[in-house]
């Protein structure tokens, strides 16, 4: 018994046995050939036929749906069969994408409460913070036109709109310009790209209820009247909850994918062979 198991013959067909298994196995073990189509995958087809085209599958339809997903179940196992999704890019992209999605899905099977809303919100004031918002009125002076005496009128005017008070007619002082006349409460960032950086934080300065100026732009001179300043400010949660609910599922997935990758990386060991070329800064950070 012994010598024939050290007989040439007897590896061969030890071996072609272990290749037919292994090859058995690749293909579903014994009765791997069989192709179930169940009830409850016919009614997913049908489903998704009528979530398409808006109406129901007629016979012949799903017939031809059931065909092609029989073919398609083929397909998939002939070319894992034969090694066809080794080595290529587009099907290992996917198949990763599909197991961080098996990941994401779980997590999001639980909302957030509000408490974690809220302390996620408490940690991320800066990104909901609404910009500082103003209105005013304005009279535009015009150094090209008036030259050396633009300072002394716009002093002049600036009298003038201060003895009638917040509603004075504007329409014939100062001088003609692009420039609105009244700008309604918007974001201080729509008063920069009107009127320049420098005209922004001047006018943010000015005290509302009451003409002042001149304040310079890189147009002229301006006097300004602030109707109302709304300061930058963190809304409710209520107001957000959507937006902050997004973010934090978004959060979860992403630490539940790296929380993925921590556990499976224990399984492995990686080795990185890095080029002799490589940069020293990432040579001194090691493996990574």
Partial sequence: MRNALREPLVHFLVLGLLLFLFFAW???GPGGNAIVITRGHIEHLAAGFERTWHRPATDEELEALID???KEEI???EAVASGLDRDDTIIRRRLRQKLEFLVEDAVEEAPPSDAE???WL???LEAFRAEPRISFRQVFVSPQRRGASASADAARILARLRAVGPEADVARLGDPTMLPADLPLGPVREVRLSFGDDFARAIEAVAPGRWAGPVQSSYGLHLVLVRERVAAAVPDLAAIRR??????????????VDALYQRLLSRYTVTVERPASAPATAAAGGPR
Avoid: C, F, I, S
Wanted: charged share 45%; net charge positive; glycine share 6%.
């Fill in 26 to 28: 690749r293909r579903g």
């Fill in 68 to 70: 092609d997903h029989v």
């Fill in 75 to 77: 397909a998939a196992r």
């Fill in 117 to 119: 809303l809220q302390a």
């Fill in 122 to 124: 408490n940690g991320h």
């Fill in 243 to 256: 937006e902050v609910e997004r973010e934090v599922l978004t959060e979860r997935r992403r630490k539940a």
